[in-house]
């Protein structure tokens, strides 16, 4: 479906359909849109995308974190690849505080080959749709190396009633639940409370039917994924 066609079988579900005195306007049923598909991407882990960062060595550690791309909602995986690209190593997640449990002199270790990605605490304004993020290595680098970062994009915002969702289809009907879930908050908790039930077992039924949504850098639906080493999650959101 196109989102104006989503907005208007929403609108019809939440019974509100007076064109000429709506109680959501079509910008604010946008906005709900753009934060269903945003929900859907981390639940499904897609869209996706691939970002490569260039370290020279002697890069890495606290001092020398690298700039992420601002779309990007939630890193998935992150590998370490040497300059002549036959060496990958995969990094496992962490945080600044995370690492500061971990090892408290993390931030004065020699240079060597590192085994977390860190996502810096630090974050800033930008001008994009989403804050500033920084990423290094737990420690810096005793050669030049990429890493390559596969992660869940965040999907485009827009009001271009013409366009499709960026979701795949079989879950574009989601969208109209999910909207008329939001839409009837602030008028009935009880109509909401059933398009929220309906929207999470429609979504939760969707990914049950396919496997193109079965993965091991997916979320399992209520449950939490540990990482590797048992104590930092298997993926960081940003």
């Known amino acids: 479906?196109?989102?104006?066609?989503?907005?208007?079988?929403?609108?019809?579900m939440a019974n509100d359909t007076d064109t000429t005195n709506?109680?959501?306007s079509d910008a604010a049923l946008h906005a709900l849109l753009d934060n269903w598909q945003i929900a859907l991407a981390n639940e499904l882990g897609a869209p996706r995308k691939h970002q490569s960062i260039a370290f020279t060595a002697a890069q890495?550690?606290?001092?020398?974190?690298?700039?992420?791309?601002?779309?990007?909602?939630?890193?998935?995986?992150?590998?370490?690849?040497?300059?002549?690209?036959?060496?990958?190593n995969r990094l496992k997640p962490s945080t600044e505080i995370q690492m500061t449990d971990r090892d408290p002199s993390w931030r004065n270790q020699a240079a060597?080959?590192?085994s977390y990605y860190v996502l810096m605490d630090a974050v800033t304004e930008a001008a994009a749709e989403t804050c500033a993020r920084t990423i290094t290595t737990d420690r810096p680098l005793d050669a030049a190396k990429t890493m390559r970062i596969i992660a869940i994009?965040?999907?485009?915002?827009?009001?271009?009633?013409t366009k499709s969702p960026v979701v795949p289809v079989e879950f574009h009907v989601t969208g109209v639940y999910y909207l008329a879930w939001h839409m009837y908050l602030p008028r009935s908790k009880g109509k909401a409370d059933e398009f929220m039930?309906?929207?999470?077992?429609?979504v939760r039924r969707i990914k049950g039917l396919s496997n193109e949504f079965n993965d091991n850098a997916m979320p399992v639906w209520d449950s939490v994924q540990a990482g590797g080493d048992g104590f930092t999650p298997d993926r960081l959101s940003i």
């Open 153 to 161: 994009q965040k999907p485009a915002t827009g009001t271009d009633g």
């Open 1 to 12: 479906m196109i989102k104006s066609a989503i907005l208007s079988q929403a609108r019809t």
């Open 22 to 24: 709506p109680f959501h």
């Open 197 to 202: 039930a309906l929207y999470k077992n429609e």
């Open 60 to 88: 890495g550690g606290a001092s020398s974190a690298k700039a992420l791309d601002a779309d990007i909602l939630t890193i998935l995986r992150v590998i370490l690849e040497d300059s002549t690209n036959n060496k990958y």
């Open 112 to 114: 060597g080959t590192p």
